[in-house]
C-alpha cells in the first residue's frame, strides 16, 4: 500500500514537473498547493533531492525544481525511494527478501507466488510510467486507456 509519505512525494514531484522549465517552487508553496503538512514534506524533498530527483537551491529566486525532465523520471523509483520495495510481503521481494518464518516450502508456497505476481504487475507498471505520463493522465480523459494499463 501506498504510504502517506509516497503520495505526498508523488504529489510535489508532480507540482514541480507542472512548472515552467527552470523555474523552481519553495516547500510552502508545493505544501499549500497539495495539502501537506510542510515539515512532512520537507523531509520528503530531501529524500527525493537525495536520490538525484530533485535539485535545490537556497535564498532568493532558490527552491525545488526537478533534477530530471519529467520523462525521465520513472514512479516506481519515486516509490521505491519514499516507500522502499514495491513487494507487499518480505519474501516476494527483489531487493529487500526477507523469508517467513512459518513458511515450510517456500517454492511451493501459495501466498509468496502469488504476492510475487502481484509485485511483478506493480512493477511493471510503475517502473515503465514517468512523471510525464502522470502529468498527461491529469488532464487528459481516458489517459488509461492510451497508456494501456
Known sequence: ????KGK?????????????????AMGQEIATANNIPKKFLDAILLELRNAGMLRSKKGPGGGYALAKTPREIRIGHIIRTLDGPLAPIGCASKSAY????????????A???TM???????SDILDR??????????ST?????MYNI
Open 116 to 122: 510475487t505476481k502481484v509485485r511483478d504487475a506493480m
Open 1 to 4: 500500500m501506498l504510504t502517506n
Open 8 to 24: 505526498y512525494g508523488l504529489k510535489a514531484m508532480l507540482f514541480l514537473a507542472k512548472l515552467e522549465p527552470g523555474s523552481s
Open 141 to 145: 480523459p481516458d489517459a488509461d486507456l
Open 129 to 138: 510510467m514517468t512523471l510525464h505520463d502522470m502529468v498527461v493522465f491529469a
Open 98 to 109: 526477507v523469508p517467513c518464518q512459518d513458511c515450510e516450502d517456500l517454492p511451493a508456497c
Open 111 to 113: 501466498v509468496r507466488i
